[in-house]
């Protein structure tokens, strides 16, 4: 059975770092493409960030671009959002999913996506 557990998310101020992580167990981690979306009320779920199987590609949403870091231990089955200078507009949960996709692809769009983990709350206030 594939699990994915987020963990990290909580109340910070504005301009405050975060680091989200995502546990993977019951599949082959490293050979999954990776991704953090999320989803504020209200609103539709929106693509944050996501990394391929051997980490060495990368693709950001422009709202966090700079701001925001994905990264991966394959050996701890863990992927990570390092978040810094959080704005308010960062405020909603905070999901991981995992992908079945060609080494270097970097897929971007949720419906791709065949693993999901029951997200996280991060809220920033000002």
């Known amino acids: 059975q594939v699990q994915l557990v987020e963990s990290g998310g909580r109340l910070v101020q504005a301009g405050g770092s975060l680091r989200l992580s995502c546990a993977a167990s019951?599949?082959?981690?490293?050979?999954?493409?990776v991704g953090w979306f999320r989803q504020a009320p209200g609103k539709e779920r929106e693509f944050v960030a996501a990394?391929?199987?051997?980490?060495?590609?990368?693709y950001y949403a422009d709202s966090v671009k700079g701001r925001f870091t994905i990264s991966r231990d394959n050996a701890k089955n863990t992927v990570y959002l390092q978040m810094n200078s959080l704005k308010p507009e960062d405020t909603a949960v905070y999901y991981c999913?995992?992908?079945?996709?060609?080494?270097?692809?970097?897929?971007?769009?949720?419906?791709?996506?065949?693993?999901w983990g029951q997200g996280t709350q991060v809220t920033v206030s000002s």
């Open positions: 990394m391929s199987w051997t980490g060495g590609n990368t």
């Open positions: 019951g599949l082959t981690f490293s050979t999954y493409a």
């Open positions: 999913a995992a992908d079945r996709t060609p080494p270097i692809t970097v897929p971007t769009r949720a419906n791709v996506y065949d693993y």
